[in-house]
T-cell receptor, first 115, second 109 residues
């Protein structure tokens, strides 16, 4: 069964450093998302992406964040200058088309630790 | 914006039925989803309601009342493996899903 994959599984970085989190969505999916989950808290929407453009973003997704689909398979989240409060699990998700927007397939997540 | 409320914890006995409630406030509404998340795992889609009424998928059912801004997830014949967090999530637009805080379900023998 196709699945969303994410790399790395765990990333440790120093405050102020840039990080890139990588995701490979399911191959025939067209809509891509990033979420974050601080330990023990709810899943928070960051951004949605379709047709090589950001569709929606939350207030969390400020100028320090950017997303890119550099090729036909990868979808990346970049944090330019990490802060301690960026420490969280970051999930990538995708779905096939706009009609099943509610059924999102999540990857296993990348745990980001900022020290 | 969107906000959702659900109980933080629920405990139920193996084999029993449990209902997890969710109320929401949203400026736009396309539907209410439910996701399951085991500790350390990714959220997994369970069910979705766009219209009022009950949707059944095996042991899981989900209900929605749009007029009451209320929904619930019903889990029947509880199994130990159902111990997990359950999130209700509202779709206020086609490309944004807002999750609740999650309900941690503990199934006990």
């Amino acid at each position: 069964e196709p699945e969303v994959t994410q790399t790395p599984s765990h990333q440790v970085t120093q405050m102020g450093q840039e990080v890139i989190l990588r995701c490979v969505p399911i191959s025939n999916h067209l809509y891509f998302y990033w979420y974050r989950q601080i330990l023990g808290q709810k899943v928070e929407f960051l951004v949605s992406f379709y047709n090589n453009e950001i569709s929606e973003k939350s207030e969390i997704f400020d100028d320090q964040f950017s997303v890119e689909r550099p090729d036909g398979s990868n979808f990346t989240l970049k944090i330019r200058s990490t802060k301690l409060e960026d420490s969280a699990m970051y999930f990538c998700a995708s779905n096939k088309d706009g009609f099943d927007f509610y059924e999102q397939y999540f990857g296993p997540g990348t745990r980001l630790t900022v020290t | 914006g969107q906000s959702l409320e659900q109980p933080s914890e629920v405990t139920a006995v193996e084999g029993a039925i449990v209902q997890i409630n969710c109320t929401y406030q949203t400026s736009g509404f396309y539907g209410l989803s439910w996701y399951q998340q085991h500790d350390g795992g990714a959220p997994t889609f369970l069910s979705y309601n766009a219209l009022d009424g009950l949707e059944e998928t095996g042991r899981f059912s989900s209900f929605l009342s749009r007029s009451d801004s209320y929904g619930y997830l019903l889990l029947q014949e509880l199994q130990m493996k159902d111990s997990a967090s359950y999130f209700c999530a509202v779709s206020g637009s086609y490309q944004k899903v807002t999750f609740g805080i999650g309900t941690k379900l503990q199934v006990i023998p």
